[in-house]
T-cell receptor, first 113, second 112 residues
Framework: DVKVTQSSRYLVKRTGEKVFLECVQD?????MFWYRQDPGLGLRLIYF???????EKGDIPEGYSVSREKKERFSLILESASTNQTSMYLC????????????FGPGTRLTVT | GESVGLHLPTLSVQEGDNSIINCAYS??????FIWYKQESGKGPQFIID?????DKRQGQRVTVLLNKTVKHLSLQIAATQPGDSAVYFC???????????FGKGTTLSVSS
């Protein structure tokens, strides 16, 4: 079974802090994605990566950056957390290049106070 | 702009009934569609997908129908069970074909 793990299930940070969300997949997938999920808005794509050291902006990249130093790990970085970044963050991976079947992690519920 | 919407935010059914969850999409060039199920406290799980060269695909107890003429996608769940209670998301490919665009989700509640 594909396993996508996220470093924390729940996280509470203060405004202005730098926040790192880590995601690891164990199936040698090429592609990894970060989404945020908010009530009534569905899942929105923040960033994705098709290869090590490669990244592409999704629909809502502002306030976020990413890092992919190793194939299995994709990190989402909030440079200076703000309250409007309080959300559920979901990581996903897929084997084929393109937006096809993605396997999701359990999510990180981030609260910024 | 691109958007994927669902006709109803909530759907309540009785155990054993068939459920139909609908989704309207806007990108007529989308070549791939997918349905996910998200249970409380978990990440979305793949249910079934369909490519634009098909109009129907069946899985175990689920069927996806694609009507490209009216840009409509539906998920049918046969003999709905309490374990089917979850939020269901449809998704389509974006204009560039590089990412998925998700709908806002339909919450399915199954009562026994």
């Amino acid at each position: 079974d594909v396993k996508v793990t996220q470093s924390s299930r729940y996280l509470v940070k203060r405004t202005g802090e730098k926040v790192f969300l880590e995601c690891v997949q164990d199936m040698d997938h090429e592609n990894m994605f970060w989404y945020r999920q908010d009530p009534g808005l569905g899942l929105r794509l923040i960033y994705f990566s098709y290869d090590v050291k490669m990244k592409e902006k999704g629909d809502i990249p502002e306030g976020y950056s990413v890092s992919r130093e190793k194939k299995e790990r994709f990190s989402l970085i909030l440079e200076s957390a703000s309250t409007n970044q309080t959300s559920m963050y979901l990581c996903a991976s897929s084997v084929d290049r393109g937006p096809y079947e993605q396997y999701f992690g359990p999510g990180t519920r981030l609260t910024v106070t | 702009g691109e958007s994927v919407g669902l006709h109803l935010p909530t759907l309540s059914v009785q155990e054993g009934d068939n459920s139909i969850i609908n989704c309207a999409y806007s990108n007529s060039a989308s070549d791939y569609f997918i349905w996910y199920k998200q249970e409380s406290g978990k990440g979305p799980q793949f249910i079934i997908d369909i490519r634009s060269n098909m109009d129907k695909r069946q899985g175990q107890r689920v069927t996806v129908l694609l009507n490209k003429t009216v840009k409509h996608l539906s998920l049918q769940i046969a003999a709905t069970q309490p374990g089917d209670s979850a939020v269901y998301f449809c998704a389509e490919t974006n204009q560039a074909g590089t990412a998925l665009i998700f709908g806002k989700g339909t919450t399915l509640s199954v009562s026994s």
